[in-house]
């Protein structure tokens, strides 16, 4: 009997190297992900820094000039942009995220059909060979049979 051979080999083998690529690509967003958020929480402890430094430059009984207030001013005001440009940005890749995690799930999932159907065939190419050695058997069975009649 002629050896199992699965007609969509190649179409498995495709979909596992589709499905290896959206893994990597799930695993960089993941990390560009992770590096905006740390990225965030740098802004956002500069931003506090720079606020705790106001406060005590302006605490109780201390004179600033308008010129000092102005220059925190405008870098509270910038910081805050840069947050909220960091913020979005974080918002666009943990879209970007979920997309190739969807479409990670997606090949998975037809590769896990595609599996199921190679499984399947192979169990039917086996009990075929089992049948047909179990009629090969009953053949010479019946020929010895035969002879010694």
């Known amino acids: 009997m002629k050896k199992f051979k699965f007609q969509l080999e190649t179409l498995l083998k495709v979909t596992r190297r589709k499905k290896d690529d959206a893994e990597m690509q799930f695993a960089e967003v993941s990390r560009r992900l ?5 990225h965030l929480q740098t802004l956002l402890q500069e ?14 009984g201390k004179t600033v000039n308008v010129g000092t207030i102005m220059t925190y001013n405008n870098f509270f005001n910038w910081k805050r942009e840069q947050i909220e440009k960091q913020q979005q940005l974080i918002l666009k890749t943990m879209q970007e995220r979920q997309q190739k995690l969807k479409a990670l799930m997606d090949l998975m999932t037809y590769l896990k059909s595609i599996e199921q159907l190679k499984e399947k065939r ?8 089992l049948f047909e050695e179990q009629k090969m058997l009953d053949e010479i069975g019946l020929q010895l049979h035969m002879r010694r009649k």
């Open 122 to 129: 192979l169990r039917e190419y086996n009990e075929e060979v």
């Open 47 to 60: 931003l506090q820094e720079g606020q705790y430094e106001f406060a005590e430059m302006t605490g109780e």
């Open 34 to 38: 992770e590096e905006h958020r740390k």
